[in-house]
């Protein structure tokens, strides 16, 4: 069979299966290194080496805007956290209050 006798539905499937393919890859590929560029830059604004890294849990909120403030936060809940003094209807999270969160700053 040669390309004038392939049906154009054959082909469209075939380019199509190809292209999808190609996206997922590329798709997987940034995805994968936005990871590692994340956990690279937090790591520097947090002032963290590779050897300080512990099984501690905490909490870091980054205040991106341009003034201090008050927020609720919601918290994902898990072992080793300390207790909070609200938490959702499903368990699954809880509510602490940050306070005057410094000017494009860390609070821990």
Same mark, same amino acid.
């Given at each position: 069979m040669t390309a004038s006798q392939v049906p154009a539905s054959?082909?469209?499937? /075939? /380019?199509f299966t190809r292209r999808a393919n190609y996206v997922t890859h590329a798709h997987r590929e940034v995805a994968s290194k936005a990871f590692v560029l994340r956990h690279e830059a937090l790591s520097r604004i947090l002032g963290l080496?590779?050897?300080?890294y512990s099984?501690?849990?905490?909490?870091v909120v980054f205040n991106t805007l341009?003034?201090?403030? /008050?927020e609720v936060i919601?918290?994902?809940i898990e072992d080793g956290m300390p207790q909070l003094q609200q938490y959702s209807a499903t368990k699954n999270s809880g509510? /602490?209050?940050?306070r005057l969160l410094p000017l494009v700053g860390v609070s821990k």
């Open positions: 054959a082909w469209f499937t /075939t /380019t080496s590779s050897n300080q099984d501690e849990k905490g909490l341009a003034w201090d403030r /008050t919601e918290v994902p509510y /602490t209050l940050g």
